[in-house]
């Protein structure tokens, strides 16, 4: 199957033997659609546990090929849109249920890391938010307030030389530094998974899109045949349109990235000091980092839901030129430099703006809403799917957004209007932080 460019991280890991398509008619333990961090961290987790289940992954494309695969790379806690937000939303002793849950997945992915010696180039340095602007330093400053009031561990507030001292952007004037986060490859971390899920005998099939899924007799159909399962999991987060009860729920928003050249020793030596991520602190964050071999990737900058949900823009030229932009206005240094790549991809949001995963029927089970910030956040829920389909009861399954009431999405074109309408509010916002 031809695919559209899925990015730089699946391009630099090169080539790799790819898995049988699924035919026939088959029965398994549990069957699981979406070959990501998702499925194949639930999959491992369930064999772990259980190494007598029979496990079968289906995966539409090839593995990693979704948000999996494309993602920035950072391993971190953020839940939601914000601490804040969240708080404000859900209240503070869930918000605080949610940090910790956040601090538990950036800790659990470093324990896969070294328990499967995955290569991945993991690196567990941390991770600034900075603040450029005056009104960014206040919405800053009082995050950090709501942080030290719940009594949030691992966060730091540095001065602006503080911050200069770790990377140099003339603009920056404070930050909040994160213990808990580190920077991965995505595209060779989900492919490591891949190794220890088939060592641990899951099996895995690529270019096996599921066509329908039968929720009564949990069955899923594919082009040539179909698995029926005592337990299913719809691991697919932003590409979940296709199952009826996960459209109304979710929305796939686009976000986009763009790629620097391999810059010149220097600047990692008197700009860029120390080898960690940057956000800045807006709703439509700009995210930022250094590649294992030089390049500075950046991305963000805006959302973009396409009308009736659909998954085909892997580019988007006009975000490809702001992004460049910002890049030379954020480190002066680089006015000369090369952009080699850009590409972008879905996430998934839900209406309430936090994750969500639990069943949907009786033994038929998703996970949905991201937000963007899933790296960690996947792997772990991982672990909470596994339990949750073995009927163990432990704290990750009492979590308040697990096994919880999603709200319901309108259908087109009021889905259209509403994703439109939180964008344009969202986006006056961070207007009117820039301006302040």
């Given at each position: ?25 088959e ?17 491992i ?16 494309d ?17 839940f ?11 209240g ?35 991770m ?17 307030k ?16 503080e ?14 530094f ?19 899920a ?19 007799r ?41 790629l ?65 932009e910002?890049?030379?206005r ?9 952009f ?35 790296v ?11 339990e949750l ?8 399954t ?6 919880r ?10 889905r ?6 939180i ?14």
């Amino acid at each position: 199957m031809a695919q559209p460019y899925a990015g730089f991280w699946q391009e630099e890991a090169g080539e790799r033997p790819l898995q049988p398509s699924f035919s026939g008619r088959e029965k398994a333990d549990v069957a699981i659609c979406g070959a990501g961090f998702t499925g194949l961290s639930t999959a491992i987790h369930l064999k772990e546990k259980k190494p007598h289940l029979r496990v079968m992954v289906v995966e539409k494309d090839r593995v990693g090929w979704g948000a999996s695969g494309r993602n920035a790379g950072f391993a971190m806690r953020l839940f939601g849109l914000s601490l804040e937000a969240t708080a404000l939303l859900h209240g503070v002793e869930k918000a605080k249920e949610a940090d910790r849950y956040m601090r538990e997945a950036v800790a659990h992915v470093a324990h896969m890391v070294e328990k499967y010696e995955l290569q991945c180039h993991f690196t567990p340095r941390g991770m600034m938010t900075v603040a450029s602007t005056p009104g960014e330093l206040r919405q800053l400053e009082k995050e950090m307030k709501l942080a030290e009031r719940m009594g949030l561990p691992g966060f730091r507030w540095l001065d602006a030389e503080e911050t200069r001292d770790r990377v140099d952007s003339p603009g920056y004037r404070a930050a909040r530094f994160d213990d808990h986060a580190a920077l991965l490859h995505p595209a060779r971390l989900v492919r490591e998974l891949l190794r220890v899920a088939l060592e641990k005998g899951v099996e895995v099939y690529e270019d096996s899109p599921c066509l329908e899924v039968d929720l009564r007799r949990k069955i899923f159909r594919l082009p040539q045949g179909e698995i029926q399962a005592e337990a299913l999991l719809l691991a697919t987060n932003a590409y979940s349109g296709f199952v009826p009860y996960l459209h109304r729920r979710q929305l796939p928003i686009f976000t986009y990235i763009a790629l620097t050249e391999p810059l010149p020793p220097a600047f990692f030596r008197e700009v860029w000091r120390e080898p960690i991520g940057i956000e800045d602190f807006r709703n439509y964050l700009h995210y930022y980092r250094p590649t294992p071999d030089g390049r500075l990737l950046f991305g963000g900058g805006d959302a973009l839901y396409y009308f009736g949900g659909r998954l085909d823009r892997p580019t988007h030229p006009s975000l490809y030129r702001y992004l460049q932009e910002k890049v030379r206005r954020i480190f002066p240094q680089l006015k000369e430099v090369a952009f080699t790549h850009h590409w972008g991809g879905p996430i998934s949001a839900t209406l309430d703006l936090i994750p969500a995963l639990g069943a949907m029927a009786p033994d038929v089970y998703y996970s949905i809403g991201c937000m963007g910030h899933g790296v960690a956040l996947t792997q772990y829920n991982g672990l909470t799917l596994a339990e949750l389909i073995l009927g163990e009861d432990t704290s990750r399954t009492q979590a308040f957004f697990v096994r919880r009431k999603v709200p319901r999405i309108p259908g087109e074109p009021l889905r259209t209007l509403v994703a439109g309408g939180i964008r344009r509010f969202l986006r006056w916002q961070d207007r009117r932080g820039e301006r302040a």
